[in-house]
């Protein structure tokens, strides 16, 4: 069984600066995708970046970018320019590509990041 | 907005109870999920149903039914409702490009 790993329960970040989110993982798939969520207070779930396994470059997407090692089944989330709506949990997640023409994910998360910004 | 609605929000039970949360994306996608959350952990998968016409289990699927109605609609049953299902349920949807979630009901079981 798949396996996701976040070994940082809670982070804190001066507003304007950068932090990064770990996360790795366990899986013997060799293509698969990786996701990063937010959930803010509201509960939300907010897909904030996604990474295809057999794609070789960094998914990036404004302020967020992540650093994705596939050999060391690592993918880490930065945070640029760091801002108060920011603060939240963040959760990383992994699917098999079981059947990505339909669209069907089985998404397995981690236990998430509690991310606080200092103003 | 299309999306991905949720019924009820919140919902108290008495253990041993019985009801259905509701599920409903208009958002055409053919896969639907129920996920849990509990404290200090990440969501975890209870049912989903790939298609319209099928279901499969998940992670966590003892205590719970699902129904897939028709393409748009998808719903959790718990039968007998024990405290251990006291979370906050989320339903999803997706396409090739990813999920959509609905905003989650905070059931708590006394």
């Known amino acids: 069984a798949q396996t996701v790993t976040q070994s940082q329960p809670e982070m804190s970040v001066q507003e304007a600066e950068t932090v990064t989110l770990s996360c790795t993982y366990d899986t013997s798939e060799s293509d698969y995708y990786l996701f990063w969520y937010k959930q803010p207070p509201s509960r939300q779930m907010i897909l904030v970046i996604r990474?295809?396994?057999?794609?070789?470059q960094n998914a990036t997407e404004n302020r967020f970018s992540v650093n994705f090692q596939k050999a060391a089944k690592s993918f880490s989330l930065k945070i640029s320019d760091s801002q108060l709506g920011d603060a939240a949990m963040y959760f990383c997640a992994y699917s098999p590509i079981l059947n990505s023409g339909a669209g069907s994910y089985q998404l397995t998360f981690g236990k998430g990041t509690k991310l606080s910004v200092i103003p | 907005n299309a999306g991905v609605t949720q019924t009820p929000k919140f919902q108290v039970l008495k253990t041993g109870q019985s009801m259905t949360l509701q599920c409903a994306q208009d958002?055409?996608?053919?896969?639907m999920y129920w996920y849990r959350q509990d404290p200090g952990m990440g969501l975890r998968l209870i049912y989903y149903s790939a298609s319209e016409g099928t279901t499969d289990k998940g992670e966590v699927p003892n205590g719970y039914n699902v129904s897939r109605l028709n393409k748009r609609e998808f719903s959790l049953r718990l039968e007998s409702a024990a405290p251990s299902q006291t979370s906050v349920y989320f339903c999803a949807s997706s396409d090739r490009y990813g999920y959509t979630f609905g905003s989650g009901t905070r059931l708590t079981v006394v």
């Open positions: 990474q295809e396994a057999y794609k070789q």
């Open positions: 958002m055409n996608h053919n896969s």
